[in-house]
Nanobody
């Protein structure tokens, strides 16, 4: 089993900054990529940013230049540095990980999600 726990969410004013963290734990063999997704009320969950274990990143257009994803492979942790936050960034931010892990004596590949952390951008 793999667990992902997000932290760092909260209330921030427009134009402010916030740093999200997500730590993966469990019987992990390898984490191939980690990412952040978000879901605002009435909207579909959408990709924010992803990063591979090799450091390759991908960003949604709406966060390019404002958000930075990074990863500490030794800690199985992914971060999302958010700046120039806008009210429309308000959402629950979910951590995702593409991992291989040990299960029943086998190595399995799976996609796992955290519980989410609320980010609210408001005055």
């Amino acid at each position: 089993q793999v667990q992902l726990v997000e932290s760092g969410g909260g209330l921030v004013q427009p134009g402010g900054s916030l740093r999200l963290s997500c730590a993966a734990s469990g019987t992990i063999n390898n984490i191939y990529s980690m990412g952040w997704y978000r879901q605002a009320p009435g909207k579909q969950r959408e990709l924010v940013a992803t990063i591979t274990n090799g450091g390759s990143t991908d960003y949604a257009d709406f966060v390019k230049g404002r958000f930075t994803i990074s990863r500490d492979n030794a800690k199985n942790t992914v971060y999302l540095e958010m700046s120039s936050l806008k009210p429309e960034d308000t959402a629950i931010y979910y951590c995702n990980a593409d991992v291989s892990h040990y299960s029943g004596g086998r190595i399995r590949r799976g996609d796992y999600w955290g519980q989410g952390t609320q980010v609210t951008v408001s005055s």
